[in-house]
């Protein structure tokens, strides 16, 4: 092909250019394998030069130890081609290789990346250029991604403690991310109060929250399960925080740039107070200062900074909030951190410092919402609530709401006003836990987890039951297809263990159809709803309406926000489902927690104590749980899990008294008194629990005192049962010859009888006994009866009060410690008890041969003397027949006086009934 001088040069030009083009590439250090032992850097060619055209560079990072990971952090002097990251382009790879999974996408553009952190050892890079448009490039420095030392993540179960971050009290090390987890107690509640508090802070942020590079996260249950409370840096400590769910999580990140001297905070639990007469209208903490200022904001605030949200406190001296427009689109706002009831809102005007001026607000509205996102404006009816404010600025105005409402945000909007808008406020109301048996069982924490959670169906992965949980879920739970006919559709908890449930709150949903992407649109709610409950899973009973002796049908939402508490009898369940009915027209989308206590004091059905799920799935929790070492079980028998909640008892830990579900009785003379090693007194024999660690036992206690007195204390009610029980205790007699212990079974009418009896010096040592509870046609209780006689020094303790399972009942008795009869046991079939019969050896083996010694005397003889007139007046009566049939001589008139009478005798009271034509002699 012949070419013209022209092209020839131009050729020749480009030839020459590709070449140069070439030998730059070459000369510029472009890939490579590289240890991350030592931090080190990687760049595009020519950095922070244009790079060259046509790249293709890969590097692979390996890390030393294979349990390590890599972290990459880039600098913000960041510029690769944009279009989409087709012709220029970085690209991660989670291995060492090209093969290995993508970390992310494609990297391009100018905004540098977040770091990147790699799952295992080795990072492979991968860096691409067209032939056009070079930019910058990219430089990133890489090194071992370290989470500081041992103690960066904790669990906390003691009383009290301190926490405190890596290092401290010098500064805390970079790459951090630590999780701290403080488990309260059964009926305790945490309080964390911040000591120290330095942060690496955004110079640039603007409230609070807005931490980008070092924050402390704190979670009102687990981290990224229950509702945030906040994110903290700087150096103004968090005020002071109380956990409502048992569970506070502390999340503490670092990055690599500054450190600073960190946090140390101190945690206390403490007993949760509850009352029944809960008026739930106590001020929640504006005037108080219990509401902090950081707590309280606006949405603007006059300029001069005299009138700012924190002066918005009732009865505050120093004017009050203003905003810097007078405009009904302005509102304050107040985060209560936690769910609570909102029962009323108290106003006040201010008075100017400066100018003596007075304003106030004579219309307002109030909104509400559980996350700061969703907001609800308070109704009254179908339209919103006009609230009646103030007429002057000093008098003190009080609204209450018709119906209490859960919230954290609230907010309150004026709407018409006097001179300008001036407020200052306080906010009444409770918390859910404030009333007894009203605990979160672990839905809005996280303790229930998400395989615990269950539906008939789900719509998306998006909208799965685990997405169920109130308020710390934005989307919440939706069926497959919403169904055609009410109680179709059902959403499941799985509670771990049988509790005491006494409510549900229930919360509607955002969701919708993920094809069409108007999830965020989609807000739909449950309006009716039915709950049933078990015990094992399998058969289920309605909570009903105790008129209509129908399943009663629950009241449920009318805002997807706003929760609604609905309260039911305390009821035992393991497993607790909820049915909707009514919908909203987008849908059926839920969100729920469970209300409840620990099973202690409930009356089980039968079903509780035939049908359980298998031990192995069951977490059962007791004082034992807190403090293995202050709890001893009987030796060589173990709890039997049919056993009612509250039964069994080892009666707490040094500092902690706990009755279980027994109670005393406040008709006894005397009361058990709790006692542990260290609470041993002069000549009273025992001086530690029967258990190895550091527990309590129940003691009754007498230094000579006059009279027959008795200390008492009842079970929690037991249900009828299908097989007789055994049951297994402790206990301890010295000193007093004349002293008795008893236990009873006592029945719903009050009747009791007696099962077993120890009298007398027992020695100073803790001693077994095993009692038969006979098969029982209605409830029943057990009832331990200690008793001191005329003077005697009184030194009886019992302990470790068990049902068990693992003995048979043949051998219930065995060891036996206590003066019972020596007849053989009954069969398991025979041991019954029938009100209507009286008590034999079959019945009631367990009873002692003695067991009249311990009666009144009067009481004997008039048993004695009725006895004995049933036995004479039988006799007579048979002598009397005996004549009268076979006598000849007996005159006809006699004869048919006795014909027309039969004699028969009830407890020794003879009564007649007239009969008809019947011989006396075939009769009889």
Known sequence: MDLSLPQMVRLLVYWLSALMVTVSAQQAECGGQLNARNAGYVTSPGYPQE?????????????????????????????????????????????????????????????????????????HIKFVSDYANQGAGFSLRYEIYKTGSDDCSRNFTSLSGKIESPGFPDKYPQNLDCTFIIMARPKMEVTLQFLTFDIEDDPLHTGDGECKYDWLDLWDGLPQVGPLIGRYCGTKPPSEIQSVTGILSLVFHTDMGV???????????????VT????????????????????????????????????????GNIN??????????????VDLRFLKLLTGIAT????????????????????????????????????????????????????????????????????IWNNGISLRFELYGCQITDTPCSDMLGMLSGLISDSQITASSTRDYQWTPSAARLVSSRSGWFPQQTALQPGEEWLQVDLGSPK????????????????????????????????????????????????????MIFEGNSHYDTPEIRRIDRTPAQYIRVYPERWSVAGIGMRLEVLGCDWTGATPTSETLKTTPKTDDITTYSSCDEDPSSCSEAKGVHPTPMADRGFNCSFGLLDKHDLCGWSQDPTSDLLWSFHSHVTRMDNTGMSHDHGPGSGNYLKLETGGTKGHLRARIISPIMSTTQDPLCLVFRYHVQHDNMSLLRVFLKTTGQDERELWLVKGNQENDWKE????????????????????????????????????????????????????????????????????????????????????????????????????????????????????????????????????????????????????????????
């Open 320 to 333: 009050g909030w203003t905003p810097n427009e007078d405009s009904n689109k302005e509102y304050i706002q």
């Open 259 to 273: 450190a600073k001297d960190g946090f140390s905070a101190n945690y206390e639990m403490k007993p949760r107070e």
């Open 500 to 551: 005491a449930v006494s409510g549900v709150i229930i919360q509607g949903a955002r969701g919708g159809d993920s094809s069409s992407g108007s999830a965020s649109e989609n807000k739909a709610f449950v309006r009716k709803f039915k709950v049933s409950h078990s015990m094992s899973g399998e058969k289920w009973e309605y909570i009903k309406d105790m008129h209509m002796q129908q399943p």
């Open 51 to 123: 790079y060259p055209a046509h790249q293709k560079c890969e590097w692979t990072i390996q890390a030393p130890d294979p349990n390590q990971r890599i972290v990459l952090n880039f600098n913000p002097h960041f510029e690769l081609e944009r279009h989409e990251c087709r012709y220029d382009y970085i690209e991660l790879r989670d291995g060492d290789s090209e093969s290995a999974d993508l970390l992310g996408s494609k990297l391009c553009g100018n905004i540098a990346p977040s770091p990147i952190i790699s799952s295992g050892p080795a990072i």
């Open 769 to 924: 006994g095993r009692i038969i509870l006979p098969i029982h046609p209605a409830e029943y209780q057990v009832v331990f009866e200690g008793v001191t006689n005329y003077g005697y020094n009184t030194n009886i303790g019992i302990d470790d009060v068990h049902v068990v399972n693992n003995v048979p009942i043949g051998q219930c008795r065995e060891p036996v410690t206590a003066t019972i009869s020596n007849e053989p046991v009954a069969n398991v079939e025979e041991l019954t008890w029938s009100p209507f019969a009286s008590p034999s050896a079959s019945s009631w083996p367990e009873k002692e041969k003695n067991w009249l010694y311990t009666l009144d005397p009067i009481l004997v003889t008039i048993i004695t003397m009725s006895s004995l007139g049933v036995l004479l007046g039988a006799i007579c009566a048979g002598l009397l027949l005996y004549c009268t049939c076979s006598y000849a001589g007996l005159s006809s008139r006699s004869s048919t006086t006795l014909e027309n009478y039969n004699f028969e005798l009830y407890d020794g009271i003879k009564h007649k009934v007239k009969l008809n034509q019947q011989k006396c002699c075939s009769e009889a």
């Open 348 to 415: 006040q005007g201010a008075i100017s410092r400066e100018t003596k001026m007075t304003y106030y607000v004579t219309k307002y509205k109030v909104e509400l919402s559980t996350n700061g996102e969703d907001w609800m404006t308070y109704r009254h009816g179908k339209n919103h609530r006009i609230f009646s404010g103030n007429s002057d600025a000093a008098k003190v105005v009080m609204n209450k709401l018709a119906q209490p409402l859960l919230a954290r945000y609230i907010r309150i909007r004026p709407q």
């Open 276 to 315: 029944d007469a809960l008026l739930c209208d106590a001020p929640l903490g504006m005037e108080s200062g219990r509401i902090t200022d950081e707590q309280i904001t606006a949405s603007s605030s006059y300029a001069d900074g005299k009138w700012t949200p924190q002066q918005a406190r009732l009865n």
